[in-house]
């Protein structure tokens, strides 16, 4: 049975840093693009921020230059380091893995696997 558990969500004020985890378990880890979602309340889910197989990691605009993505494969554990938080990432954060064929390596298909979610919260 596939798990992703998220951790590191909380309450912080606009200007600080926080850093989430995913830990995976049930799958080989390496073998998936895995990423971050977000949603706010009354907002569609939003794509975050997420890291190939290959390692190459692609984020969203509103994101860009204060949140940073990485994975460690041995530890099965997806990170995401956000800084320069503002009010408006407020929002449960969900982890996401999706299987990658290793013949396309950079791709990051339809989710497969989904976390429960962590809220982040932040004050102005």
């Known amino acids: 049975q596939v798990q992703l558990v998220e951790s590191g969500g909380g309450s912080v004020q606009a200007g600080g840093s926080l850093r989430l985890s995913c830990v995976g378990s049930?799958?080989?880890?390496?073998?998936?693009?895995m990423g971050w979602v977000r949603q706010a309340p009354g907002k569609e889910r939003e794509g975050v921020a997420h890291?190939?197989?290959?390692?190459?990691?692609t984020y969203a605009d509103s994101v860009r230059g204060r949140f940073t993505i990485s994975r460690d494969n041995d530890k099965k554990t997806l990170y995401l380091e956000m800084d320069s938080l503002k009010p408006d990432d407020t929002a449960m954060y969900y982890c996401?893995?999706?299987?990658?064929?290793?013949?396309?390596?950079?791709?990051?298909?339809?989710?497969?696997?989904w976390g429960q979610g962590t809220q982040v919260t932040v004050s102005s």
């Open positions: 890291i190939a197989r290959s390692g190459t990691t």
């Open positions: 996401a893995a999706a299987y990658t064929s290793p013949y396309n390596t950079e791709s990051c298909p339809t989710t497969d696997y």
């Open positions: 049930g799958l080989t880890y390496s073998n998936y693009c």
